[in-house]
């Protein structure tokens, strides 16, 4: 899979010319890193769900949470030694916290703790997937790290719901809600006490590259903006499965309890 994508992308100039590259947003190296972070999904939860004795999915779902906060460290002992800059190295976007949250609800099975997961990668992180605010490419670590990150977080919801069982619902909505409200309390003193900070997008600062966060009033009112919006998008991700219930309701079919 991986040698395919590099030869489609290197062309005639070959490897080194795919790792010298730029990221582009839209670009086939940005499909490419898309579809290759939806197979290895695919085959760890593949792998998850075919663990028929408990105790053997037990130890496949320690091993990804394991391997996670072990991405999670690494990617923290890159931004700390290596390219230490105050105003982005701090893990404190949505995307790193679920990349720590993730791993440790996995462990846990505290519920709110995966309802906040599930609905921040579904509904949040999910863009920092879809519109990357991305320019270095496969030449370089953070690329990696990037695509580690992001691709970890939207693994840990997928694998909780598919292999653990894990049903969102409206009261989960709201409690991610709550605690996306907590985190904008904190996080936009924290930038407007530190110009050039844009923890969360919420910051007074505009980006090089154009993502949907453009089309909202300017800042402050775009704070507001963000705030319906966020809430908007983690409903949407519950939508089909309140769909889902309704119609095995309207059918007589028994709900399955929320695990």
Avoid at 14 to 25: H, I, N, T, Y
Avoid at 54 to 81: D, E, N, Y
Avoid at 139 to 158: C, D, R, S
Wanted: charge should be positive.
């Amino acid at each position: 899979m991986l040698g395919l994508a590099v030869s489609i992308l290197g062309g005639r100039h070959g490897l080194s010319g795919v790792l010298s590259q730029g990221f582009a947003m839209f670009s086939l190296l940005h499909a490419v890193s898309v579809v290759v972070c939806g197979v290895v999904i695919v085959v760890v939860v593949g792998l998850g769900r075919g663990a028929k004795e408990p105790k053997t999915r037990v130890a496949m779902t320690r091993a990804v949470a394991v391997l996670g906060l072990a991405a999670w460290g690494l990617q923290q002992v890159v931004a700390f030694g290596f390219d230490w800059r105050p105003s982005h190295s701090w893990p404190l976007h949505i995307c790193d916290l679920a990349g720590l949250l993730g791993p440790i609800a996995l462990l846990t099975g505290w519920r709110p703790l995966r309802a906040t997961v599930y609905f921040w990668a579904m509904g949040l992180a999910v863009w920092g997937v879809v519109t990357p605010t991305l320019a270095e490419g496969p030449g370089t670590l953070v690329f990696w790290l990037f695509w580690i990150n992001h691709g970890g977080v939207m693994l840990y919801a997928v694998y909780d719901v598919a292999v653990l069982g894990y049903r969102p619902t409206l009261r989960g909505w709201g409690l991610a809600s709550i605690v996306s409200l907590a985190y904008v309390a904190v996080v936009v003193p924290l930038n407007l006490a530190n110009p050039g900070w844009n923890y969360g997008y919420l910051g007074d600062f505009e980006l090089s590259q154009k993502t949907p966060l453009d089309l909202l009033p300017a800042w402050p009112m775009r704070l507001l903006g963000i705030e319906v919006l966020g809430a908007m998008m983690m409903l949407l991700a519950w939508l089909p499965w309140g769909v889902l219930a309704w119609r095995q309701r309207r059918l007589g079919v028994g709900v399955e309890a929320a695990k």
